[in-house]
């Protein structure tokens, strides 16, 4: 069955809805995330910050997403998990 749609209002909303559902859906993961945006060489500085003080082995560090935006610039997102055991 199709959903229709007879106002572009109707579909805006009913697309915010399913963004705002995925992003609670993904945050409930348990897992803290960090965004960033750095020229190149601070952006991978950052990263091994943050690597150093939340080892991968303990937290699941990684590097979540990453983009070089049109300036040079990283926009990246950091996520690991907010205590080790």
């Known amino acids: ?3 229709e ?4 209002v109707e579909l805006a909303a009913r697309m915010a809805g399913k ?12 897992f803290k995330r960090e965004s960033f945006t750095l020229p190149r060489d ?5 990263a091994r910050e943050i690597f150093a003080a939340f080892p991968k082995a303990a937290y ?7 983009s070089e935006l049109a300036d040079g610039r990283i926009e990246f997102t950091m996520r690991r998990l907010p205590s080790a055991d």
């Open 1 to 3: 069955m199709a959903v």
């Open 60 to 66: 699941m560090t990684e590097i979540e997403s990453w």
């Open 19 to 30: 963004l705002r559902q995925a992003s609670q859906e993904r945050r409930a993961d348990g």
């Open 5 to 8: 749609n007879k106002h572009p």
């Open 42 to 46: 601070e952006a991978r500085e950052k």
